[in-house]
């Protein structure tokens, strides 16, 4: 959690955009879950955070293997969008690929050129000073401690004209948050909707396109 100490009172700031405009989203099982007014993300107190040692145990639990045809048809909802926007010759970033890259992989195979990055399985922080013309964010954005500091790093990343692919699932409905798969996941700590992409794009003079359930696609101008 973000804190700025006051005279009597702790203002909290969303983890997503930094709007103060904050409060208390729900309380389950234990732990406190924050909304932002704002941008609409929702996200867990970082007290409830799994250390870095339990959060790779649980990806290690992950069963994506590179060529298993059936993990390849789920990412195809991001890869087919993504691929209709690049010309050849492009270099990408599969950002937070985890333990089996296969999205790497499947664009390895029609030709792009890839990097590939994961705090836990391929930490190469060098690409971090690289430039990208594209960089893929496959279930990955959901697991960010820290997204406003995340999106501004992809942001560096990301040349002129580049696209930053995203596949999460969206929170269409605050009534089913209490009981939805997607937040009973302990890796899982920020949950967004189509306003919170539109507002991360805003912030940093991108375009926001939603061309699937679930992707977004973050276009960064040509200056």
């Known amino acids: 959690m973000i804190f700025k100490g006051f005279i009597g009172f702790i203002k909290v700031y969303c ?18 879950y924050w909304q932002c007014i704002y941008c609409s993300a929702k996200f867990l107190d970082e007290v409830h955070f799994l250390s870095q040692d339990d959060e790779r145990a649980h990806y290690c639990t992950h069963e994506n ?10 990412l195809s909802k991001l890869y087919t ?10 270099i990408g970033l ?20 890839m990097q590939k990055f994961d705090p836990f399985f391929y930490p190469n922080k ?3 000073s690289k430039q990208f013309d594209f960089i893929t964010c496959s279930e990955t954005v959901e697991h960010f401690h820290d997204p406003f500091s995340e999106f501004e790093l992809l942001d ?21 948050f209490e009981n939805w ?3 009973r996941d302990p890796t899982h ?35």
């Not at 293997?65 to 789920?74: E, G, L």
Request: glycine letters at 6%; a neutral charge.
């Open 65 to 74: 293997v590179i060529d298993d045809h059936n993990y390849r048809t789920f």
């Open 189 to 223: 700590v920020v949950f967004y909707a189509k306003t919170t992409f539109q507002i991360i794009a805003e912030q940093r003079g991108w375009i926001c396109e939603f061309p699937d359930k679930n992707i977004a696609l973050l276009i960064k101008p040509y200056l």
């Open 181 to 183: 798969y997607y937040r």
């Open 15 to 32: 983890r997503v955009c930094y709007s103060n405009r904050v409060e208390i989203f729900a309380v389950i099982d234990s732990k406190t």
């Open 156 to 176: 560096k990343m990301l040349n002129p004209s580049g696209i930053l692919g995203i596949m999460t699932n969206f929170l269409t409905d605050d009534s089913l």
């Open 94 to 113: 599969d950002y937070g690929c985890g333990p089996g890259p296969a999205l790497c992989a499947m664009l390895e195979e029609d030709g792009y050129e």
């Open 126 to 128: 060098i690409l971090f």
């Open 81 to 90: 969008p993504l691929k209709h926007r690049l010309s050849t010759h492009k």
